[in-house]
C-alpha cells in the first residue's frame, strides 16, 4: 500500500505537470540554472540513471515509476518538460531481416507518418497491451514483412518507456509493422489483433493496466480505415452488448521503442528462453519471456 501511494502520488505530480504549457516549464522560463548532473547522486545514489537499462526491472509493472524512479527520468518525461536533456536519439536502432525498427526511426525524427514503406510494404499499426507479446504474433504472420514496437498518439515527442510508463504522455504501446497486402490483407491483421485483447475490458490486457495499455487500430489510409470499420462491426456484434473499448484513430507520429524491446520474446524474453518466430508457427506465446 506504501508503495502504491507513493506510486499514485508521482504519477498525479506528473500530470499536473504534464497539463501545464511546455514553454512555461522550461527551465530558462524560470531563470534558474540548469540542473547540474550530479544532482541526481545527491538525490539518490541508487536512482541515478544507469548507462545500462536492465529489461527485466524496466519492465517490472507498476513499480517503474515511483519515487525512485522519478529521479531516473533524466531521459524521460520530466527531463522532456524541462528541457534538460535534447532528444532521444535513436542510434541504437537499425533494420535488418524482418526488423522495422531502424526505417521506422527515420520517420520519427522527421516527425512523418508514412503509410508505405521504402521497400513498398504497406504499414500498418496495432495497440494490444504489452507490445512483446503482440509483435512476435504479427512476426509470425505470412505477408508480414517486418515489425517494430514503439510509442504513438501521444503528446509527446520522442519519449522514453519510463515516461510513457508514467501513463501521463498520453501514449499507448504498439507494434508497427509492413505487410505485402496481396498476401495477408488489413481485415485479417486486424482481427488477429482482437485474438490477443478482451476490448470489453478498458485499457487493459492480462495484469497490465493504463492508459499506455489501450487497444487501438491505428489507420495510415482511408482503405485500412474501411477494413477496420468492417471488422470492429463484427466483433461489436460479438459480444452481446458488452462494453466495447479499442480506439480506431488515425494515426500519429510513431516512436520506436529502444533496441532491447525490439523483438524481445523472439531474442529471448526475460528468462533467456528464445520463442519462434518462423511463418505459421502456433505455439503458445509466453507474452513476459
Known sequence: PEMRNKM?????????????????????????????????????????????????????????????????????????????AGPRSYSDLVSGERQFQGEAAEYAEAGAVKAVSKDGYSIATFGGGCFWGLELAYQRVPGVVGTSVGYTQGALEHPSYEAVCSGATGHTEVVQLTYKPDEVSFAELCKLLFTRINPSLKDQVGNDRGTQYRHGIYYHTPEQKAEAEAV???????????????????????????????????KGGRMGAKQSAEKGCTETIRCYG
Do not use: C
Open 232 to 266: 470492429i462491426a463484427d466483433v461489436k456484434a460479438s459480444l452481446g452488448g458488452a462494453p466495447f473499448y479499442a480506439e480506431l484513430e488515425e494515426a500519429k507520429v510513431y516512436y520506436p521503442a529502444e533496441e532491447y524491446h525490439q523483438q524481445y520474446l523472439e
Open 8 to 84: 499514485h502520488a508521482t504519477r498525479a505530480f506528473v500530470l499536473a505537470l504534464a497539463t501545464v504549457p511546455l514553454a512555461s516549464l522550461r527551465a530558462s522560463a524560470f531563470n534558474v540554472p540548469k540542473v547540474p548532473t550530479n544532482l541526481w547522486q545527491k538525490i539518490s545514489p541508487a536512482s541515478q540513471p544507469s548507462s545500462t537499462v536492465n529489461p527485466a526491472a524496466a519492465r517490472s509493472r507498476g513499480l517503474a515509476f515511483g519515487f525512485s524512479g522519478l529521479a531516473s527520468t533524466r531521459m524521460g518525461l520530466l527531463d522532456s518538460l524541462l528541457g534538460n
